[in-house]
T-cell receptor, first 115, second 113 residues
């Protein structure tokens, strides 16, 4: 069965500093990996995805993620954090099982950017 | 929140009552999903549907039911059998092609007392 782990419940970073939000995954085949962001009492918004190709994926709002197959990781990064980046971030993996495509989400990491 | 509407935003019910949450999309997406979000547990899949008149149970389907009579609509009924129904419920949709991401609605916060 596929799974996703986000080992940090919360990440604190000073405004202007680089940020990293960690994600590791487990699937039996080739993974489709996603990052979403959620602001309070809102739905999730898509940030970026890895399907195939270049291991460094660029997404919305200056975010990027690095796919590392040997470490089964897909960490979210941004070179310079903004206070407005403070939100809940979810990593997700998609796998096809029995003809149906199932997405599994991590438990989320709260990012707090300190002014 | 990209063409998916969920209503109402907040919903209050008494214990023992069934309640139906609405989800409508105008994106012409084939697949639709219902998730439940609780603090510290991420999103857990309740039901999903890849085409009209077909749906599959997710990880926590007990106490819930769905229908998919139209491509644009995927209502979720929380029945009295659901032991802990108070939660934030999110609906999502996605195009048929597997590489596409999901599009989420704004969510419905259900409180049962």
């Amino acid at each position: 069965a596929q799974s996703v782990a986000q080992p940090e419940d919360q990440v604190n970073v000073a405004e202007g500093n680089p940020l990293t939000v960690k994600c590791t995954y487990s699937v039996s085949g080739n993974p489709y990996l996603f990052w979403y962001v959620q602001y309070p009492n809102r739905g999730l918004q898509f940030l970026l995805k890895y399907i195939t190709g270049d291991n460094l994926v660029k997404g919305s709002y200056g975010f990027e993620a690095e796919f590392n197959k040997s470490q089964t990781s897909f960490h979210l990064k941004k070179p310079s954090a903004l206070v407005s980046d403070s939100a809940l971030y979810f990593c997700a993996v998609r796998e096809t099982s029995g003809g149906y495509q199932k997405v599994t989400f991590g438990t989320g990491t709260k990012l707090q950017v300190i002014p | 929140d990209g063409g998916i509407t969920q209503s109402p935003k907040y919903l209050f019910r008494k214990e023992g009552q069934n309640v139906t949450l609405s989800c409508e999309q105008n994106l012409n997406h084939d697949a639709m999903y219902w998730y439940r979000q609780d603090p510290g547990q991420g999103l857990r899949l309740i039901y999903y549907s890849q085409i009209v008149n077909d749906f599959q149970k997710g990880d926590i389907a007990e106490g819930y039911s769905v229908s998919r009579e139209k491509k644009e609509s995927f209502p979720l009924t929380v029945t009295s059998a659901q032991k802990n129904p108070t939660a934030f419920y999110l609906c999502a949709s996605r195009p048929r092609e597997s590489s596409y991401e999901q599009y989420f609605g704004p969510g419905t916060r259900l409180t049962v007392t």
